[in-house]
């Protein structure tokens, strides 16, 4: 397994995950144009050279906000989440983001203790946050 920077030939890959995980998913435009700002950072796990699993952030004024964390349904609980968070967590800090923020679908209970056990606290509730299915989000701050 290797954890590395995400490059835009592994967009439609990425976005092929996107889709079976999320209701609501990006488009291959929206991480195109995430990848080619240089205060965020987008990484992906590899696996036999397949992608398996993906994160990202969007660096402002010294924060992380973590917009994007998604592992193939298949890949699932062999502690890839975490190894690929962390990995994301310190190229931040390498690049002086000194704090981490991101919402999470209060019903989605696997990743929120995933998010407990990297350090992030609880922080408050944005209501109505998601759609399809309309639902809270649990913010988080690490």
């Known amino acids: ?3 590395r920077p995400m490059v835009e030939e592994d967009i439609p890959y990425v976005h092929e995950i996107e889709c079976k995980i999320f209701s609501m998913p990006w488009s291959q435009e929206d ?4 990848l080619q700002d ?8 590899e696996e036999d050279a397949k992608i398996i699993a993906y994160c990202g952030l969007w ?4 924060e ?6 998604a592992v193939d349904p298949s890949y699932r ?5 975490k190894l ?4 994301l967590i310190d190229m931040g800090r390498s690049k002086e983001l000194t704090s981490f923020t991101l919402e999470v679908r209060v019903s989605n209970r696997p990743a929120i203790a995933l998010y407990h056990k990297l350090g992030f606290e609880d922080a408050g509730i944005r209501k109505g946050f998601y759609d399809a299915p309309k639902e809270d989000a649990l913010i988080m701050w690490l």
Do not use: D, E, H
Not at 59 to 62: D, E, I
Not at 77 to 81: E, L
């Open 38 to 45: 240089n205060n965020n950072i987008y990484l992906v796990v």
């Open 84 to 87: 690929m968070l962390q990995a």
């Open 64 to 69: 992380g906000q973590i917009n994007n964390v």
């Open 59 to 62: 660096g402002v004024a010294g």
């Open 77 to 81: 609980n062999q502690g890839i989440g």
């Open 1 to 3: 397994m290797k954890i």
């Open 31 to 34: 991480f195109r144009k995430s």
